[in-house]
């Protein structure tokens, strides 16, 4: 890493960061790492497996060939940035929240390096952190849970975040958290995958298992559906709200490809219902069946990743706000 520093963050630590880290240590919260609301709230929904999808993400993080993997965050990344373009400012510091490799950074940096004057890299993956890219933007990287953000409240002028928030618990605490450590007139720019993602596969796999087996498990995550998302923000204490959906389509030779490449990703299921196993007669079920229903003429197979682009504000007495309603006036000529 070009950096030389990793800071590391851990859950439940109120340890001070290392004296190396210089001037970055003064945006760490010594008691930022139990601000998180996932593990506080008894009435949090607690679906996937967060050390599970850790161990995921160090093992692909490790691979020797990894950078193949990379193609989806890379595109993701890209439009992600491109909204980052379309604001008309600076911003001081900025945090790159679950960023991985550096992806959003990466392309920032090969238009305009400049928009982002400093930059934090959180991500849970240590082995992912390692394997960051180069970027002209000056970046500290810190080891820290998404769901536990280990920062002062309002540090922030951007806060963004690409194909992380889709494994979290605690979607709404996340939020929160995001808005508590922006600045007043910061700006929220965040990616996931929404409600529609692999849907091929899932209906492969479902429909090859309930034949089979006599009854089907989840093997692909649930994930968040574009309707629930503006209130969500909305709830968080965001303004000037802004969703919208796209989606990215990438074709395969088989179903084999396709879950292979999720786990180079790091992105397979760490659900807590999931099953482990599927067996042979199943796959190769799934895979005529994904064949028969999704095949193209080449004989490859799509998988359809649904993008769910967020944009919002923290509040700030310079914003537009809207007319007070029963305000407006109608002149008669």
Known sequence: MSSGLCL???????????????SWSRFLSRSGARRGLSGSNSGTMNVFNREMK??????????????????LRDEVGSRVADRVY????????????????????????????E?????????GSEETLKQRRKSEIPTRCVLADEEFLPFKENTFDLVVSSLSLHWINDLPGALKQIHQVLKPDGVFIGAMVGGETLYELRCSLQLAETEREGGFSPHVSPYTAVTDLGNLLGR????????????????????????????GMGES?????????????????????????????????????EILYMIGWKPHESQAKPAKRGSATQHQS
């Open 8 to 22: 590391r963050v851990l859950r439940g630590s109120g340890s001070a960061p290392a004296a190396s880290s210089g």
């Open 54 to 71: 850790k161990r995921q993400k160090n093992w692909a993080g490790s691979l020797q060939d990894g950078q193949q993997y990379d193609y």
């Open 86 to 113: 379309d604001i008309a400012r600076t911003f001081p510091l900025a945090l790159d929240l679950g960023g991985g490799k550096g992806h959003i950074a990466e392309h920032l940096s090969q238009v305009q390096p």
């Open 115 to 123: 928009v982002v004057e400093r930059l934090f890299l959180t991500d």
């Open 236 to 263: 968080a204490g965001f303004t000037m709200l802004t969703v919208d959906i796209d989606e990215v389509q990438v074709h395969y030779p088989g179903i084999i490809e396709v879950m292979t490449d999720l786990q």
């Open 269 to 305: 299921n760490c659900a807590w219902n999931r099953r482990s196993l599927l067996h042979r007669d199943t796959i190769l079920a799934a895979a005529a069946i994904y064949k028969e229903m999704y095949g193209s003429e080449d004989g490859s197979v799509p998988a359809t990743f």
